[in-house]
């Protein structure tokens, strides 16, 4: 599935990445064999439901976990196992941005000393205060606000504090986990249009992470869909909207409403019934024949990979493999 991990050029690349955890019941495999390639400026977004490893494979890209096996590499460097000297550059150039914008921030700092925290780390410089400002005029924020607490500031508030922190150090990549989903409707909208203009001054590159097809499809290039701690279908964004190639994805996109009354009637929804699989058990054949509404004798037997059907158009289901 190479074609899927273009990796000239590429800000970063994610190879064949395993994240295992082992627990008392067996090991859960919460990443099982991820690989994507991100070039510049470009947003890739990263769609599965709760618990299908998404969040993990952007932790450990940052290091906040330590990956099995697998190999992440920023600008052709690859970045594991360096030691925290060597490291502690590289990690700059990737910021991570989490979906509670409250849980994130420290509540006995400053809005001010949150976002000059990275120039304080990574340069040992206490002198800020204009960068402050400026980060924070970039964000939407009024920056006579700085000496407030994180408790003074809405969500959507918060979540720009968050977005200026993680800007300070002029990262690369930016990893944004759920950003928006703890925010209100009108709020996320806003968010949004702020991460698209970011993205456009900055040239920054994204990983966009959501349960919602909807919202990832606003911001991203290309989308890829996980379940069970694998990518099931990658492609670029108009194409998995159009024609989506795997039955899950298929499922998440018939739960999307649509805007138009009459379409959103007799728009035809996919129920995914069966049970998920114990993340301990051992999965044989295709880890969706559950409940997959499509699977036949073949699923229980044998585990699809990814595979490109279509140029640009990769999907792990037996139903597109070619003859
Ligand atoms: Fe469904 Fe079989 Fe395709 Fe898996 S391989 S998604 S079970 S049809």
Redesign the pocket.
């Known amino acids: 599935m190479s074609g899927a991990n273009v990796q000239a050029g590429a800000v970063l690349a994610v190879t064949h990445l395993k994240v295992h955890f082992p627990t008392k019941r067996g090991t859960v495999k919460a990443v099982d064999g991820v690989d994507f390639a991100l070039q510049p400026g470009e947003t890739l977004g990263l769609v599965g439901e709760s618990g299908c490893g998404k969040s993990t494979v952007a932790r450990s890209i940052v290091g906040l976990v330590r990956p099995t096996s697998g190999r992440i590499e920023l600008n052709g460097q690859e970045i594991q196992g360096l030691s925290a000297d060597v490291m502690r550059p590289l990690r700059a150039q990737m910021q991570m941005v989490f979906q509670d914008p409250y849980a994130s921030l420290n509540p006995r700092m400053t809005v001010a000393s949150i976002i000059a925290e990275p120039f304080l780390i990574h340069h040992g410089r206490r002198d800020t205060d204009p960068e402050v400002c400026e980060l924070m005029r970039q964000v939407g924020l009024d920056a006579s606000m700085r000496r407030r607490y994180p408790h003074e500031f809405s969500g959507g508030q918060r979540q720009r504090v968050g977005l200026a922190r993680a800007l300070a150090l002029n990262p690369a990549v930016m990893l944004l986990d759920e950003p928006v989903s703890a925010l209100d409707v009108s709020v996320q909208a806003q968010v949004m249009n702020l991460l698209d203009e970011l993205k456009r001054e900055r040239g920054l590159t994204y990983l966009f992470i959501a349960h919602n097809l909807a919202v990832v499809r606003h911001m991203s290039d290309r989308v890829a869909v996980m379940y069970l701690g694998r990518i099931v279908e990658l492609a670029d964004r108009d194409t998995i909207y159009r024609a989506p190639a795997?039955?899950?994805t298929r499922a998440l996109l018939s739960a999307v409403p649509v805007p138009d009354p009459v379409i959103e009637r007799r728009r035809e929804r996919i129920r995914l019934v069966g049970e998920l699989p114990s993340p301990t058990a051992e999965i044989r054949g295709?880890p969706?024949?559950t409940r997959?509404p499509?699977?036949?004798e073949?699923?229980a037997q044998e585990a699809?990979a990814l595979q490109e059907h279509q140029p640009g158009q990769f999907s792990a289901?037996?139903?597109n493999e070619q003859a």
Do not use: I
């Open positions: 795997h039955p899950y295709c969706f024949r997959c499509e699977a036949f073949r699923c699809p289901c037996h139903l």
